[in-house]
Every structure is written in C-alpha cells, then in structure tokens.
C-alpha cells in the first residue's frame, strides 16, 4: 500500500497529537483554577509542574525529530521524513515555552538573572544552548531555506540538532541529579540514534572511496587502451606465401 497518498490526511492528526501535551496543561490548569478545593492537578508547585512539563515534551519531540532519518532508513518508509519538519517545529515550540515558564517564573522577567544563571548554573547552560541552537533550525526549516542555502549547507546546519539532542539531554540530567531514571532512558535513545547516523557516516564514506577507486581504475583502463598502437592487417597472400614455403621446406 503506498502510504504517501495519505500523508496529507495524516498530517493534521498528527498536527492535534502533538499538541495534546499543552491541551492537558491547559485543562489542568482550568481545573485547578475552577475547583480550588480539589486536590490541584498541576500539583502543589504548579509553575514548576508546567516548567517541567514543557521540558520533558521538548525532550520527547527532539528524540522523535532525530529518529525519523534512522527509522525511514531501517524500517525503509521514506513517508516519515514528510513529518520530520513538523516534529522539529514542535520541538522548538514546546521548547520555547520551556524557556518562557523559567523567563516568567523564576527570573520575574529579568534578562540580568538569565545572564547569570547561565554563566554560573552548568544545567541552565546547557538548557540555554540547546534552545538557542533550535532558533536558526526552526528559522530555516522551510524549503526556501533551503534552496537559500543549499541543499549541503543546509544540511550541515540542521545537524545542528543533534549537538542540541546532547545538550537537552544534559540540561535534564544535571537538573534532575538524584534520581537519573528518566534522563537516562532519553540518554540511550540520543545515543542510539547518534550511533545509528555516525556509523552511516563512516559505511558512506567507505562507499564513497570504493566507488572514487573503481572510477579511477576504470579511467587508467581506458587511457591504457588508448594508447595501444593499432595492429596493421597482413597483406593479401601473405599467409598462402607462409604456407608454400614451409610446405616446401619439408
């Protein structure tokens, strides 16, 4: 069945999935606001709850935005990579509002106190990084971008998302600290994909030189064989002639 005819109906499901995470934020915090007196959804803490929140969606979208190449690749279903720009755009937007809640939250609006938490707090540097790296990725993500750069440079530049992977990845470790269960789970799977695109790279490579080698055999082999000279044609006779004499000589 060729599944590319349905990728467009499938793109605006995809589209409202992927924005479940913020819809149940959103319902949790009616629900809290509504029934005061119930037990509060977004739990005691709810501007960290929604801090974390937006975090961990990052996370998620991120794994699955350098996980469409590999599982295409494997599973050989190139329709996926039709949903890889939408997975990376939601990477960024939960991403942003990640940035947003601890801008609002934690730093009162205070670009001072951003400065300093980034300079001074490893885990905030690393989170900083990761998001500032998806700035340009979402910015050039259209295909006018990349008929802008190229498609090469735009591919070198969008490999950005992986030094992003690792440093999300990181950001969430260093901030959880004691119970490392879920960063290590997202740690596996970064390397995994990572692994998967390194060891692509280097097989590429590979063929790359083998067929460079047989290209330049092939060219030694045809300027061998033009430089042969041409064998003229024995005269007329000449093998009757050879003949008579040696069948004279005997």
């Not at 905030?124 to 790296?133: E, H, Q």
């Not at 030189?209 to 430089?227: G, Y």
Request: proline residues 5%; glycine residues 6%.
């Amino acid at each position: 069945m060729d599944i590319n005819r349905y990728v467009k109906w499938l793109k605006p499901p995809v589209f409202l999935l992927s924005l479940g995470p913020l819809a149940a934020l959103a319902y949790k915090a009616y629900h809290d606001t509504r029934f005061p007196d119930a037990v509060p959804l977004l739990s005691g803490n709810p501007q960290a709850f929604i801090r974390n929140s937006t975090g961990f969606w990052t996370l998620v979208f991120i794994c699955i935005t350098i996980g469409v190449t590999p599982v295409r690749r494997l599973l050989r279903q190139n329709w996926l990579v039709r949903f890889r720009r939408m997975m990376g755009l939601f990477a960024f937007f939960y991403g942003t509002l990640h940035f947003v809640t601890y801008f609002l939250f934690d730093t009162g609006l205070d670009w001072g106190a951003v400065v300093k938490d980034v300079t001074m707090r490893p885990f905030i540097t690393a989170g900083f990084l990761a998001w500032v790296l998806m700035v340009p990725l979402a910015i050039t993500s259209t295909a006018g971008w990349v008929r802008r750069l190229g498609g090469k440079r735009w591919q070198k530049l969008h490999s950005l998302v992986y030094v992003t992977a690792i440093a999300a990845g990181l950001h969430y470790w260093w901030l959880v600290k004691a119970d490392v269960t879920v960063p290590r789970r997202f740690a596996v799977i970064v390397a995994l994909f990572l692994g998967y695109r390194v060891v692509a790279y280097f097989l590429k490579k590979r063929d790359d030189a083998a067929l460079a080698r047989a290209r330049a055999e092939r060219n030694v082999s045809a300027r061998a064989s033009a430089k042969k000279p041409a064998v003229s044609p024995l005269p007329c006779g000449s093998l009757s002639d050879t003949g008579a004499d040696n069948w004279n000589q005997t």
